[in-house]
């Protein structure tokens, strides 16, 4: 099975703001993550990439998160979306100049 790409979508979110959400369907796990999917979720405020999710080969499912790099347990597709969200909801709370 080749590659096939599930969805590639910019969001705005403010003026200023806005995520980006790219998701891949593979026929063999990246190496370091256990499923079939390869994925880069991002939150970029006035240029800058301030929070990103992703399974970067070899490294396998992590996140950025002010400048740190922490891993991250994949469970679903839609468990990814919410909780890619759910901190991006928790930065603008934080950075309410976003």
Not at 12 to 21: C, K, N, R, S
Not at 58 to 64: A, E, Q, V
Not at 66 to 87: I, N, P, T, W
Request: glycine share 6%; aromatic share 12%; proline share 3%.
């Amino acid at each position: 099975m080749k590659a096939r790409e599930l969805f590639n979508r910019r969001v705005p979110v403010t003026e200023q703001a806005f995520a980006e959400l790219v998701l891949w369907e593979v026929s063999e796990p990246v190496p370091g993550s256990a499923h079939c999917y390869k994925y880069r979720l991002a939150f970029v405020v006035a240029g800058a990439c301030v929070l990103r999710y992703d399974n970067e080969a070899g490294k396998g499912d992590h996140k950025h998160v002010r400048g740190k790099q922490l891993k991250y347990r994949f469970a679903s597709v839609d468990k990814l979306v919410a909780d890619f969200f759910e901190d991006m909801r928790r930065w603008r709370n934080e950075n309410s100049n976003d």
